[in-house]
């Protein structure tokens, strides 16, 4: 992105920067940053530190961060009082299943509507383009359907198969690949590469921006992704993280108890996700501005 | 810098790599199709198709035994549709309920998050400040986590003796029992004024089965706790989106301005505002379109409840469909649902073309955060 700000400052600039006025602004710019950096960032203080907690004492200071006593009764029960193990291992297996399929199968599909001359080619990519405005939720009674009818619903292919392309992905993958020049294709191409083995050694080592960009992107949306869950299947063997969580807030344990195993285990689901945003930030943003599909 | 490499546009026209006889052209339509087959079939078979199967069973009975695809279920044509709009009883009061509640819901989540976005952009923007890059990650990380697992914090947050509850009693405030309150935000005020039985013109009677009263109650207790959350969870993506379109004006500009003697209420409000205009826009209708979409903050938090005021129709399909059995009034909620996100995404895509006629080729690009 951008940034404005390193270019030499102009004499007016350099004047509105300084003296007593640019001071206080300057402070009530730093008092917003950092309130506002509290309001989005103690929601995730107060959930690590309570997860450490007693009961208890999670029940009488909500507000503090720190446990006393720290306990990791929480956690010990997350792994042995319930289905955790089993959930996580889920959400990995489909996670990784579903980022590589929609990895490959966006840049295919991207590849061909970007550089393949096909009969229907401007048609379908206008049918992709419509199919990205279709609103998720409206699907999942639609979707039950399907899998059902064909006998996917209730297996690791129902949590899988459906999501193994998504239209935001092949758009992200067809817009790079329009930016690549065709030069180095056209090379590989006269020395007798099919059209393939020119996708796959010459111009998809070329994409590495937009595939971890697309990584990324599919890595978030499938881990986070519990609606297709809650449709998909119904035997608790095959819950994925958030479908456990949710069930665990709503199910058995009922509300108001258990609070810090509750938000122990919503702390480990999320540390998958923060650790990718850590590394990999400027690729999140690129995917916010560009293709951003949480769901 | 970084987007700018994705958003380039192709530099040359495609053009056929070779200039060769049938062969080729031939070899690349299959090709071509065989490229993009497995999307075909993906999303041909588990988006296309289902909602072609549930158009069917919106006119059906269907209650999930079996297939809906015997003529043993019985169709019912578009008596589904009916008994949520002209007849009354319960399931058209749940549904106008939902919509209701959703309407709140949007009226309230739209204009707050794109304010409090485009205020987090201008502040994280600003020249003088440093360490804007570690509060731009903290403002979005809420956005990329689990809808569910912050809904988890978020319920503890709002509970009775929770986080929420503490700091009110901080600033001397009583904390309502959040997600069993189910009063509504505008009756509570009227009732702060003295108002606290409600007139009799307004209960006798109003639109769709629900009274006057009703609609105007405003938000519950409970759906504002729900508020709270997806305008922390969503405002992070479109501050990005804001951030994106100040960067592209020129400093000059403001500087230009700034000499002229304009304060900074007045650049703002004349050079900065119209500038953004299109994004605004964007970040508005895709609040809009997202704001609709309210399902898994709803599922984890208060399932519809407390007396249904947390109820959105996206919630109540899945519920009328999964809990009840009902799929066809289930698929007919949807079919509404997506009939009023269609359209505005068309009046988005209507807008967007006229007003950005340069920038013409990107206006469809962006997708909507789930949830918002």
């Known amino acids: ?295 | 810098m970084a987007t700018e490499a994705l958003r380039a546009p192709a530099t040359t026209p495609v053009k056929p790599p070779r200039r060769r006889g049938g062969g080729v052209r031939g070899n690349e339509n299959i090709a071509g199709w065989l490229f993009v087959a497995p999307v075909i079939v993906i999303l041909g078979l588990f988006l296309l198709l289902p909602i072609l199967m549930a158009l069917w069973v919106s006119l059906t009975d269907w209650n999930g035994q079996g297939s809906p695809f015997t003529g043993d279920v019985p169709f019912v044509g578009g008596e589904n549709y009916t008994r949520l709009f002209t007849e009354d009883g319960l399931d058209r009061r749940d549904f106008m309920t939902s919509i209701r509640n959703n309407m709140y819901y949007v009226g309230i989540v739209v204009p707050v998050q794109t304010a409090l976005a485009l205020g987090l952009a201008l502040v994280v923007n600003n020249r003088m400040l440093k360490g804007k890059g570690f509060f731009r990650s903290a403002f979005y990380f809420p956005s990329v986590t689990s809808s569910v697992a912050i809904s988890v914090v978020f319920l503890f947050l709002f509970a009775n003796s929770g986080a929420v509850n503490k700091l009110l009693g901080l600033l001397g405030v009583n904390g309502p029992e959040w997600f069993a309150d189910s009063r509504g935000v505008l009756h509570l005020l009227l009732g702060s004024v003295g108002v606290d039985t409600p007139p009799g013109a307004l209960t006798s009677g109003g639109p769709f089965g629900l009274t006057w009263w009703d609609w105007f109650a405003g938000p519950s207790v409970a759906l504002v706790s729900i508020i709270c959350l997806v305008i922390w969870t969503t405002s992070g993506t479109f501050m990005l989106m804001f951030l994106a379109a100040l960067q592209n004006v020129p400093v000059a500009l403001d500087e230009a301005s700034t000499l002229d003697g304009a304060t900074r209420w007045q650049r703002f409000r004349h050079v900065t505002l119209p500038l953004i205009k299109p994004t605004t826009f964007l970040v508005l209708t895709l609040g809009l379109i997202g704001s609709w979409q309210v399902f898994d903050q709803v599922y984890v938090m208060s399932q519809g409840d407390p007396a249904k005021t947390t109820l959105t129709p996206a919630y109540l399909s899945y519920r009328t469909a999964f809990r009840d059995f009902d799929y066809g009034s289930g698929a007919a909620i949807s079919f509404v649902l997506f009939l009023i996100i269609i359209l505005l995404t068309l009046l988005q895509r209507r807008v967007m073309a006229d007003r950005d006629e340069p920038r013409r080729a990107r206006w469809w690009r962006r997708r909507v955060p789930e949830g918002s």
């Open chain 1, 1 to 295: 992105m951008a940034v404005l700000t390193d270019r030499p400052a102009a004499p007016v600039a350099r004047r509105a920067d300084r003296g007593p006025r640019a001071q206080v602004n300057r402070i009530l710019g730093y008092a917003v940053l950092i309130a506002f950096g509290l309001v989005f960032l103690y929601p995730f203080v107060i959930q690590l530190g309570n997860s450490f907690k007693t009961e208890p004492d999670a029940a009488a200071n909500p507000l503090s961060p720190v446990p006393d006593p720290l306990t990791l009764a929480g956690f010990e029960r997350i792994f042995a009082g319930t289905n955790f193990p089993l959930w996580l291992g889920n959400s990995l297996l489909v996670t990784v299943l579903v980022t590589l399929g929609r990895v490959f199968f966006d840049s295919l599909a991207g590849y061909a509507l970007a550089r393949l001359r096909f009969r229907g080619r401007a048609g379908l990519f206008a049918a992709i383009i419509a199919v990205m405005a279709v609103p998720g939720v409206v699907l999942l009674i639609p979707k039950f359907l399907v899998l059902k009818q064909i006998g996917l619903y209730d297996s690791y292919a129902g949590l899988v198969v459906p999501l193994l392309a998504d239209a935001a992905g092949v758009f992200i993958m067809k817009q790079f690949f329009e930016s690549v020049p065709v030069s180095v294709e056209e090379a590989a191409r006269i020395d007798g590469a099919g059209v393939f083995r020119t996708f796959w050694s010459v111009v998809l080592p070329m994409a590495r921006p937009a595939l971890i960009t697309l990584t990324i992107l599919s890595f978030q949306g499938s881990w986070n992704e519990f609606p297709h869950s809650l449709v998909s299947v119904q035997n608790p063997d095959l819950f994925t993280l958030p479908r456990g969580l949710a069930d665990l807030v709503s199910g058995s344990l009922g509300k108001g108890t258990q609070y810090p195993l509750k938000l122990g285990a919503a702390l480990l689901a999320t540390i998958p996700v923060a650790v990718l945003f850590v590394i990999f930030q400027r690729y999140f943003v690129r995917g916010a501005n560009e293709g951003a599909d949480k769901g």
